[in-house]
Every structure is written in structure tokens, then in C-alpha cells.
Nanobody, 122 residues
Framework: QVQLVESGGGSVQSGGSLSLSCTAS????????MGWFRQTPGKEREGVAY???????TYADSVAGRFTISQDSAKNTMYLQMSSLKPEDTAIYYC????????????????WGQGTQVTVSS
């Protein structure tokens, strides 16, 4: 059973930066599309950024230009570098994986991490 473990969440002031990591229990990146999602109470989970097997990346409009997704296959780790953070970025952030690029972008994942809290204060 593959496990995804997020780390790096925390609290930061508006305009600050945080970096999240998602470490997989095995090498995912040659076979899976990977992504970061976020969710706040009362709202649907939102796809934030995706990285595919060929290394191509996609971002939600709300984070484009501020967030950067990347991966280090040697470390089985995916990253989300977040800068110019805003209070509306406050959420639990999850990493996820699916063999289907389309399904992942539809919010369907084979594997989910447990989530890490990001809090941005004004």
C-alpha cells in the first residue's frame, strides 16, 4: 500500500512563504500524475497544482505565479513552494496521486496524504 506523507505546513503572515513536501513510500513519479489539493471547512476540495509524468505542470488560477510545484524522483518527494501567501490560502493541503491525469484533475485520486495545515494571518 502506497503511503503519501505531507510535511511543512504551519502559520505565516500574509505575504510570507511556506514550502510543503509530500514523500511517497515508493517511486510514484514515473507512473502517476501527482497533485496538491486544499480544503477549508464548508468548501469543496480544490485542486491547486499538478505535475505529470512528463514533468509538465498546471496551476489553479488562484495560485498561478505564486505557487510552484516540483518533484525530486530520487527522494520520492513532491514539493509545493508557496509565496506571496494570502489569508484565503488558509486550508488543509493534501497531496494526491492517480495514474490518470484527467481523473486527478477531476479530484479523484488513488492515494491521498493525511493533510497538513497552512494558516495565513492578515
Amino acid at each position: 500500500q502506497v503511503q503519501l506523507v505531507e510535511s511543512g505546513g504551519g502559520s505565516v503572515q500574509s505575504g510570507g512563504s511556506l514550502s510543503l513536501s509530500c514523500t511517497a513510500s515508493e517511486n510514484m513519479y514515473s507512473a502517476y500524475s501527482m497533485g496538491w489539493f486544499r480544503q477549508t471547512p464548508g468548501k469543496e476540495r480544490e485542486g491547486v497544482a499538478y505535475i505529470d509524468r512528463d514533468g509538465s505542470t498546471t496551476y489553479a488560477d488562484s495560485v498561478a505565479g505564486r505557487f510552484t510545484i516540483s518533484q525530486d524522483s530520487a527522494k520520492n518527494t513532491m514539493y509545493l513552494q508557496m509565496s506571496s501567501l494570502k489569508p484565503e490560502d488558509t486550508a488543509i493541503y493534501y497531496c494526491a496521486a492517480h495514474t490518470s491525469r484527467a481523473l486527478l484533475r477531476g479530484g479523484v485520486a488513488i492515494y491521498w496524504g493525511q493533510g497538513t495545515q497552512v494558516t495565513v494571518s492578515s
